[in-house]
């Protein structure tokens, strides 16, 4: 413990401490079904693990899919060539390391530091995908980790799964991504600051707070509206969004992609040192995808672009939306 901290390595001495804190095992860690009564048994608590997210991940839609108009817009001037083995490496690159692997339990810091010996069999994989646009079935699968928020620990409502994707998945959603993502931002509304290079909370806040301020000094009332979405990311429906890419001009072949790689997409639950069975994913945006971000700010834009079609203002944070006066981010 005296050797990681004092050669900086925090990571290593949180697991230390984590190791030797005499925390309860997982499996004793106690859980409620939907009517309030205690689980018993590892089985049953993964089988209330997947009712639960099967019914957060799996959402009806309020609205037809039809009623976005599969119109299309002039399509975007994007390369939507295979990516090339500059892009390959200069995507494998800039993974983050200490990342959890996805289903093949293959860590980031291999793609980092074997690279050069993976390029070559990842350029034909890519391209292959990329070509006939199907995808390898593992890719579809996630592994789900239930993880406490706040609030009473033996309900699934107050836990917040995180997704593990395999990360060579990760690696081409990266390049997909990147092909269109200039042309997307020019393309946003200036409101919008959640989930875009160089805005965030901290600029809309103090826009906000401008605004405030100017509006009492020349004594002008002010009503704000905060809306936090429930479950933001599973409530997209996926019909309605391979539309909104449509119409927003996204060119076929990388819709095409996008709309294969979330096609038959399931999920297992990892828990108590075991996995649940399989379940299907049917609506969302896939956490843990770099893609997903940037999807999910689609859908809000397409809204509030509608939402908002006589009233300019209003700022938007991520999922969150504020709403008021004047209120111009």
């Known amino acids: 413990m005296e050797t990681a901290a004092g050669v900086g390595d925090f990571g290593k001495l949180f697991r230390i401490i984590r190791n030797s804190s005499k925390s309860k095992k997982s499996t004793d860690i106690l859980l409620r079904d939907k ?34 108009p599969p119109v299309r817009c002039e399509p975007y001037q994007a390369n939507c060539e295979p990516p090339d083995l500059l892009e390959i490496a200069s995507a494998a690159n800039k993974l983050k390391s200490k990342k959890a692997p996805g289903e093949d339990g293959i860590p980031p810091e291999i ?41 009473d620990t033996t309900k699934c409502e107050n ?37 875009r290079r160089g805005r965030g909370c901290v600029d809309q806040i103090f826009t906000l707070r401008r605004i405030l301020e100017h509006r009492h ?24 969004l391979w539309n909104i890419l449509k119409e927003d001009g996204m060119p076929e072949k990388l819709v095409g992609l996008i709309r294969s790689y979330y096609s038959n997409t399931q999920a297992r639950v990892r828990a108590y040192g075991d996995e649940s069975p399989e379940f299907p994913l049917n609506s ?29 203002g209003g700022s938007t944070w991520a999922g969150n939306l504020d709403c008021g006066p004047g209120v111009r981010g």
């Open 35 to 68: 009517n309030g009564q205690l689980i018993q048994g590892k089985e049953d608590k993964l089988l209330r693990w997947v009712e639960h997210f099967d019914q957060q991940l799996n959402r009806t839609a309020m609205c037809p899919s039809n009623l976005v």
């Open 217 to 240: 000094k020349f004594q002008q009332s002010t009503t704000t509206c905060f809306i936090d979405f429930r479950a933001a990311f599973d409530s997209i429906d996926r019909d309605s």
């Open 284 to 312: 969302g945006v896939r956490q843990g995808c770099p893609l997903s971000p940037v999807l999910f700010n689609y859908a809000i834009d397409w809204t509030m672009n509608r939402a908002l079609a006589d009233y300019p």
């Open 111 to 151: 793609f980092k530091c074997c690279i050069s010996a993976l390029l070559g069999p990842l350029h034909t994989l890519f391209r292959t995908v990329w070509e006939t646009e199907i995808f390898p079935k593992d890719w579809a699968t996630s592994i789900l980790l239930p993880i406490p928020k706040k609030g």
């Open 159 to 195: 836990y917040r799964g995180i997704s593990l994707i395999d990360i060579a998945a990760k690696l081409l959603t990266v390049i997909i991504l990147n092909r269109f993502v200039a042309v997307r931002d020019a393309r946003t509304r200036m409101n919008q600051g959640g989930f």
